[in-house]
């Protein structure tokens, strides 16, 4: 990148979550590391973006495991005073045609790409609740944070004397700030058409995920009961994203670029959005992290010195020990080879696939030369994903020495356990995973990344090099066929070639600890990402 700095387009940068720290809750998963990483990534290599998000009273669920092994979700209320300093701004939305008022707090931790955020629990506040629970509800109650989010964060904008020149909706979320910005358009008497056309001009959107439910979507009756049309009827609003009203297609429509997060995705989102005529073009731009939230630098500095490489990762590997021994009482043994596992709780996702066949993976367990600890927490309205934990949380119980879970997934459990797995295991539906962060996180740290060829690992896996695929990146329209072929083939990697590197041929290991630090540090960094950003979509 050429350009001087302060020449680059000003960004306001939309996400209903940001994962910034383990205790600020204002994150429930990947979309808000991301965002989170994001911002940070602005701030070190001072790049011209501000944030715009929602202060989350109850973050999302606090979701522990019970007597009878069943997840249970709790809410608190959270202070999160120490992050955040009062603006004196506030801003009003109209939500079911009553007036919402808006605090804006801003981030202290973000001079210079400074995170703004709405918050609507104020005395005598009509909806005050709106911003209690992140991704609490689906419906009407969604809409209301969804205009907070995007109504208010672009007046928030406005009043707090900010210019933008970009305006980039992470996910579909954020897509009522393009119709704020169309209601000012409109108001100047253009025409609907001529107005979308200059408003997409200013806007830039990321799609996510690949799965076609987890594009949010609402009867055009909803929105419009909701106020959240604004000054466009119900026609207008199908003609931007059908009918239901599909937000990501609305995002597609509004704006003039847009992204999938890997080279795989941007495939799969391709064809899946390929009928939506008039949309922007989908570019493929992969995710990255920030490293000094997620890399140990001691391993950074160990990996050029091969001697220390595998000291620092015992030590990384007893810190991750100590810490599910203070967590749930269990004392894993460093010697044997170490699994990690943590996903959100979904079925595409498959968590429980390595127990499926007992007879090949019980008896590893019972003498614990495989040991892994899993983590995850299910949406407290998805009784299949609670299931799903549930059996992880049961198979725990039958091995305890070796088979761990640890309750809440939040920041915390994410770096322990990216930083001290010997393997990190991820075994989605090929290709229904978009990116899949937290295995870069891993690769970087020398955790060996053990997955089906989905999300970002396709760009980055030579096998038996530095890290391992399974599966062949075979797909098939049968749930049940893919799902024995990936079995199949997760176990054959398993034990002909992971374990017997592990145990046998520690060289071998060490060499593909240094190849995935090196393959991986730079290319999957946020840095990277903040500068293709630039590049293709700003
Ligand atoms: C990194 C991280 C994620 C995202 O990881 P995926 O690979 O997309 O599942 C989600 N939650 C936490 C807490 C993380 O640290």
């Not at 009273?57 to 069943?70: A, E, H, L, S, V």
Request: proline letters at 4%; hydrophobic letters at 35%; aromatic letters at 12%.
């Amino acid at each position: 990148m050429a350009k001087n700095k302060t020449d680059l387009p000003k960004v306001a940068y939309f996400s209903m979550e940001y994962g910034l720290q383990s205790d600020f809750k204002i994150y429930a998963g990947g979309l808000g590391i991301l965002a989170g990483d994001y911002l940070k990534g602005a701030k070190s290599y001072d790049f011209p973006i501000v944030g715009i998000g929602i202060k989350w009273k109850q973050g999302y669920t606090d979701q522990m495991i019970g007597p009878d092994g069943r997840p249970y979700d709790t809410f608190h209320n959270y202070n999160y005073d120490e992050f955040l300093e009062d603006t004196g701004v506030t801003v009003e939305v109209e939500i079911r045609r009553t007036t919402v008022r808006c605090k804006v707090w801003k981030c202290t931790a973000f001079d210079n790409a400074p995170l703004y955020l709405l918050d609507t629990d104020l005395p005598n506040n009509p909806d005050s609740w709106t911003t209690g629970q992140l991704y609490g509800w689906f419906g009407e109650e969604r809409i209301a944070q969804e205009i907070v989010l995007g109504i208010g964060g672009v007046k928030a904008l406005k009043k707090l004397g900010i210019k933008v020149d970009v305006y980039h909706f992470n996910e579909g979320h954020a897509l009522f700030a393009g119709f704020e910005l169309l209601r000012k358009e409109m108001k100047k008497e253009e025409s609907f058409k001529k107005a979308v056309k200059k408003v997409r001009k200013k806007i830039v959107f990321t799609t996510h995920t690949p799965v076609i439910q987890g594009n949010e979507s609402h009867p055009i009756d909803r929105i419009m009961y909701m106020g959240a049309n604004l000054s466009m009827n119900a026609a207008q609003l199908e003609e931007l994203g059908g009918s239901p009203f599909n937000m990501t297609v609305g995002a597609l429509r509004l704006s003039r670029n847009s992204n999938a997060v890997a080279q795989l995705h941007g495939k799969t989102a391709n064809k899946m959005w390929k009928s939506v005529k008039d949309k922007s073009k989908i570019e493929a731009i992969t995710n990255g992290v920030h490293l000094p939230t997620w890399v140990d630098q001691g391993i950074l500095d160990a990996v050029e010195d091969r001697t220390n490489l595998w000291e620092r990762h015992q030590y990384n590997k007893r810190n991750l020990i100590d810490f599910v021994k203070e967590r749930n009482g269990v004392q894993l043994d460093e010697n044997k080879l170490l699994i990690g596992f943590s996903r959100r709780a979904v079925p595409y996702k498959r968590s429980d696939l390595i127990f499926t066949r007992p007879e090949v993976i019980d008896p590893l367990l019972a003498d614990g030369r495989v040991q892994i600890i899993f983590s995850g927490r299910a949406h407290p309205l998805d009784d299949n994903g609670k299931e799903i934990v549930y059996r992880l949380v049961q198979k725990s119980r039958q091995f305890p020495n070796s088979v761990v879970f640890l309750e809440n997934y939040d920041m915390t459990i994410g770096a322990q356990l990216t930083r001290g797995s010997d393997v990190w295991l991820n075994n989605p539906r090929r290709p229904k995973e978009a990116s899949g962060t937290s295995g870069m996180k891993a690769s970087m740290n020398g955790v060996l990344n053990f997955s089906t060829l989905d999300g970002w690992w396709p760009e980055a896996c030579n096998h038996g090099v530095n890290g391992w695929q399974f599966g062949d990146a075979f797909e098939s329209d049968s749930f049940d066929e893919q799902y024995e072929h990936d079995l199949n083939a997760l176990y054959k990697v398993l034990l002909e070639e992971v374990i017997p590197t592990y145990y046998n041929d520690r060289e071998k290991w060490i060499s593909m600890m240094q190849a995935s630090i090196i393959d991986t540090k730079d290319q999957f960094s946020v840095k990277r990402m903040l500068e293709e950003y630039y590049e293709l979509l700003y």
